[in-house]
Structures are given as structure tokens and as C-alpha cells.
């Protein structure tokens, strides 16, 4: 079954601790993304990678760091340094050439 | 301004009615245009991708793209209550980043 994958669906974080988010694909997809939704907004791009061991800031970076050691997975570690991280986070991944972007289900980070 | 402005909604319809969904963007770089449907926490997925202006039709699902007014839409005809979600457009310009730029979305409920 191909698809992207991401872990844990639901995440609880005290202040101060850093929170790693996964993102798992097994669609041999070059570049890969993350997002973050607020309610009643669009998706804003954090960090994009296009080839292995290279990434990207987006337009909201600042407090997240991410690592591409592999094609089929890119995590989102949410640091201490992010002031606001309560969201709902969304990785997605397209193949090289194409604009089309296919998304993972979500997870979703409540900060305590 | 928004590179991407989306009717927020929320938007209310019975069922059988025929939806329109819109979003206007002010960059004129802009080439590749998607709709997303999004369900509550959920992950989006692709409704429709285009590229050229004019019509492009699936299902019940049609998106119309005017270039010479930065306006596209999204039509639903024969609406069900299983389409009750949330709309994304998505924009894309050329480039090798293949970033999309996303509206904030419509709430759409098709009532029984």
C-alpha cells in the first residue's frame, strides 16, 4: 500500500521539551514538505526537501529543524524555541518534475 | 495582500445543489493550480490539477481557470453530503522548488 505515513496521529508536549514529528514514504517521491495549519488558515510551509541530505527553510522555519538522511523519511523535530507549536502538522511528498503534492493524515501537537 | 485570497465561508448548501468555490491570486508567475479536499482532521487530498486556462472536468468536479483575471473555481455539481469538507486551492509557479502556495480554505456542509 503506498502512501505517506506520519506518527504519532495525536502528541502532547510539556513546555520546553523538544517533540520530534515522523514522516515516512514509500512512494520513491525526491522531495517532501511540512506543513502547519492553524485553524481557519491555510497551509504554511515550514521545511522542504528536494534530494537527500539537502533542505530548505520555508516561510515559518524558525523554531523547527528537520533531517533528510533518507529518500523515504523526513522528520520535524518542534523545539523549545518555538513559541507557539499547538497545530496541526502536515507532511506531504511529490515526485521530481511535478507540482502535485499528496499528503500524509496529520499530526496533531497540543502544548500543556 | 495575500498571494492567495480564498472565500473563507463557511458555506452552506442542501443537497443537490450545485457549489461554486473561488480563489484569486495577484501573481501572474503563477502556472499550475490544484483544488484540495480536506475533512476534519484529515489529511488533504488531491481533487484536480491544472495548468492552462479553461475548463477541466471529472466527475462532478469542475475547475475553471481564467489567467487573464487570476480567478479560478471550483464547481461541484449534484452536491452530496459526503462532499461536506474543506476546500483548498493551491498555487504553483515554475521553478525547481516546486512550492505550492495555498489559500486558507472553505468550510462547504451540504445539508440532507
Known amino acids: 500500500d503506498g502512501g505517506i505515513t506520519q506518527s504519532p496521529k495525536y502528541l502532547f508536549r510539556k513546555e520546553g521539551q523538544n517533540v520530534t514529528l515522523s514522516c515516512e514514504q514509500n512512494?520513491?517521491?525526491?522531495?517532501m514538505y511540512w506543513y502547519r495549519q492553524d485553524p481557519g488558515q491555510g497551509l504554511r510551509l515550514i521545511y522542504y526537501?528536494?534530494?537527500?541530505?539537502?533542505?530548505q527553510k520555508g516561510d515559518i522555519a524558525e523554531g523547527y529543524s528537520v533531517s533528510r538522511e533518507k529518500k523515504e523519511s523526513f522528520p520535524l523535530t518542534v523545539t523549545s524555541a518555538q513559541k507557539n507549536p499547538t497545530a496541526f502538522y502536515l507532511c506531504?511528498?511529490?515526485?521530481?518534475?511535478?507540482?502535485?503534492?499528496?499528503f500524509g493524515p496529520g499530526t496533531r501537537l497540543t502544548v500543556l | 495582500q495575500k498571494e492567495v485570497e480564498q472565500d473563507p465561508g463557511p458555506l452552506s448548501v442542501p443537497e443537490g445543489a450545485i457549489v461554486s468555490l473561488n480563489c484569486t491570486y495577484s501573481?501572474?508567475?503563477?502556472?499550475?493550480f490544484m483544488w484540495y479536499r480536506q475533512y476534519s482532521r484529515k489529511g488533504p487530498e488531491l481533487l484536480m490539477y491544472?495548468?492552462?486556462?479553461g475548463n477541466k472536468e471529472d466527475g462532478r468536479f469542475t475547475a475553471q481557470v481564467d489567467k487573464s483575471s487570476k480567478y479560478i473555481s471550483l464547481f461541484i455539481r449534484d452536491s452530496q453530503p459526503s462532499d461536506s469538507a474543506t476546500y483548498l486551492c493551491?498555487?504553483?509557479?515554475?521553478?525547481?522548488?516546486?512550492?505550492?502556495?495555498f489559500g486558507s480554505g472553505t468550510q462547504l456542509t451540504v445539508l440532507p
Open positions: 506531504a511528498s511529490s515526485s521530481g518534475g511535478t507540482d502535485t503534492q499528496y
Open positions: 512512494l520513491n517521491h525526491d522531495a
Open positions: 526537501s528536494q534530494i537527500v541530505n539537502d533542505f
Open positions: 501573481n501572474s508567475a503563477f502556472q499550475y
Open positions: 491544472t495548468y492552462s486556462s
Open positions: 493551491a498555487i504553483a509557479g515554475r521553478g525547481s522548488a516546486r512550492q505550492l502556495t
